[in-house]
C-alpha cells in the first residue's frame, strides 16, 4: 500500500468520524495486505454498542470505497478496545461447545444471524472436526451458521 493511498484512507476515516459527531481517535497501521485502523476515544461505547455495529459499518463503508485500489486480499480492520480479538475468542468458545452439543444430541444447531466474518470464525473454527459440518443459511441480515452432525 502505498503513502497517498494510506494518507487518502486515514483523511476519509477522519472525515467519517468528524461526520458522526463522535469523539473519536483515528490511529492506523499498514501491513503488507492490510490496514489496521484502531479508534479509540470517549465514544468508543457508541461503536462498540449492539454488537459493534457501528463499528462494523465503518469498516464496511471504508472498505467499499477503497476497494478497487486497495487490490485484490486487502483489507481494512477497524478495531477498539480490543474489541475484534476478544469477540474472536468468544466466538471460537461458542463454536466448540455448539459443536459438542451436537454431538451429544446428534442434532443440528443454528446460531443467531451474524455478520459475514464472524460466520467465517465459525467456520474456520470447526473445519477441522469431522463429526461436524457447518453450512450459512438464511439472507442478508438473517444469515446464520448452522453445524450438523456427520
Request: proline share 2%; no cysteine.
Amino acid at each position: 500500500m502505498n503513502n497517498s493511498l494510506e494518507d487518502k484512507i486515514a483523511a476519509f476515516i477522519r472525515k467519517l468520524i468528524e461526520l458522526s459527531r463522535l469523539d473519536i481517535t483515528v490511529s492506523i497501521s499498514i501491513e503488507e495486505d492490510r490496514a489496521n485502523v484502531q479508534l479509540s476515544g470517549r465514544d468508543v461505547p457508541m461503536l462498540l454498542a449492539h454488537n459493534a455495529e457501528l463499528l462494523d459499518a465503518f469498516e464496511y463503508i471504508t472498505n467499499r470505497a477503497f476497494g478497487r485500489e486497495l487490490g485484490q486480499g486487502v483489507r481494512i480492520h477497524f478495531d477498539s478496545d480490543g474489541y475484534r480479538s476478544a469477540r474472536e475468542a468468544e466466538l471460537r468458545l461458542m463454536a466448540l461447545k455448539a459443536a459438542e452439543k451436537v454431538k451429544l444430541t446428534k442434532t443440528s444447531f443454528s446460531f443467531e444471524p451474524m455478520s459475514a466474518s464472524e460466520r467465517r470464525i465459525i467456520h474456520t473454527t470447526l473445519i477441522d472436526d469431522a463429526s461436524v459440518r457447518t453450512e450459512s443459511q438464511g439472507d442478508g441480515m438473517n444469515r446464520k451458521v448452522t453445524i450438523f452432525p456427520v
